[in-house]
């Protein structure tokens, strides 16, 4: 797929490369986050892009502030909104046609959605920029739950569970590609041999377990995880159903600020292709990830309070217990589904290995927290 040009507005020229990725500087981002604004405020149009709106919004006299960037979206606050831009394009519209979705649902869990603008794009419409509410004094779950880890608080894991089984519930409606074996095809990016580590990124790793000597442990523990993988899988059997899933839900998907908790990001996993983001999977996939992602923030937790690891992990096996049989009391409420349990635990150790190619690929200063989960739970 060749690179292209689009002159959106004046001399604002926007290349997308090869694989429909594109790179925008600061001034510029913040420069096109303004216009689109405007554009989605007037609902303009154009032979290159449309824009629709879910919800009127006001365009403010205020400044745009750049946020920390993600893998997936440049991100902006604009007063009580969020924009957010596409840093690669994704054809199938994942992520917009489960807010759709979601808001034609009414779901009460995720930050009001207000509208978006698309690139025409091969005869089809891609989103591009969108429009969110802002959620003011947020904070996402790697820096809530490694506080409610040390502090023994599982007030949250009910509310949690409510979300995730309401979550899935909304989802089924979506529409995904069902063709294809979810599980079969993951699996095969299963190999031996890791990608190499991202060196450029291998900067303000000081405050971190030097991502090198995690290796090493990964090293002493792989042959012990290649054997314990095939025995849990061993146990699975094929009674389970797919649908359109979050697809990267761990807990920092959930932002919390004083009264509610928020589901954010359905762009899918990072270290999938845009192919299989877009098939139907089990919900046990969400829900291991989402279990492993308590031990990975026990690990944080130990790190920031400089505790010995893996004193955090009686809390953790009490929270996934609880998460579990809570979600699985709220989901039978909806579509009377049982989730398979054995699924969930291949998935879920499954899982440290996804974790370990994304840090190798994108956050090496967050090896850590996967390997030295893995190395306590065999001990």
């Known amino acids: 797929m060749a690179g292209f040009s689009l002159y959106l507005y004046d001399d604002f020229q926007l290349q997308v490369s090869e694989g429909l990725v594109i790179s925008l ?3 510029r981002a913040t420069s096109l986050a303004q216009w689109a604004i405007n554009s989605i405020a007037n609902l303009d149009n154009s032979e290159l892009f449309e ?44 992520n917009i046609n489960i807010l759709n979705s979601l808001t034609n649902s009414n779901f009460n869990y995720m930050p009001k959605y207000y509208g978006s603008l698309s690139l025409k794009i091969y005869n089809k419409l891609v989103e591009f920029i969108s429009i969110y509410e802002f959620i003011d004094d947020s904070i996402d779950g790697w820096t809530w739950l490694p506080k409610k880890l040390i502090n023994k608080n599982d007030s949250w894991v009910n509310e949690v ?11 089924k409606k979506v529409e995904g590609d069902s063709s294809k074996e979810f599980i079969q095809l993951t699996d095969k990016l299963i190999k031996r041999e890791l990608p190499d580590i991202n060196q450029g990124l291998l900067v303000g790793i000081e405050k971190y377990p030097n991502p090198k000597s995690m290796l090493e442990i990964w090293n002493s523990l792989e042959s012990q995880y290649f054997n314990e993988l095939e025995i ?17 839900f761990h807990i920092g998907q959930i932002l919390k600020n004083q009264s509610n908790y928020y589901v954010i990001d359905f762009d899918g996993s990072p270290v999938l292709n845009k192919e299989l ?63 398979n349990l054995y699924l969930i635990e291949y998935l879920r150790f499954r899982q440290y290995y996804f974790e370990i190619m994304y840090g190798l690929k994108f956050l090496p200063r967050w090896l850590y927290a ?5 190395k306590e739970e065999l001990g």
């Not at 629709?52 to 604009?78: A, C, G, H, M």
């Not at 953790?316 to 809570?326: A, D, I, S």
């Not at 709220?330 to 589904?337: A, C, D, G, S």
């Open 161 to 171: 569970a409510i979300l995730s089984s309401q979550l899935h519930r909304d989802l």
């Open 51 to 94: 824009t629709n709106r879910t919800s009127n919004f006001k365009v403010l006299d205020v400044e745009i502030n750049p946020l920390e960037v993600d893998q997936s979206n440049l991100s902006f606050q604009y007063g009580n909104y969020l924009i957010k831009i596409k840093k690669e394009l994704d054809l199938t519209n994942r």
């Open 232 to 248: 849990k899988k061993q146990k699975v059997q094929d009674n389970y159903k797919t649908q359109i899933t979050h697809g990267d």
């Open 370 to 374: 996967p390997i030295l989960s893995l």
């Open 25 to 27: 500087d600061p001034k």
């Open 277 to 339: 983001r877009n098939t139907t999977s089990p919900i046990e996939d969400d829900l291991a990830h989402l279990l492993l992602s308590f031990s990975l923030a026990a690990r944080v937790s130990e790190r920031i309070n400089q505790l010995e690891y893996g004193i955090l992990n009686d809390e953790v096996l009490k929270c996934q217990n609880l998460f579990l049989t809570n979600y699985q009391e709220n989901i039978k409420n909806f579509n009377n589904y049982s989730p």
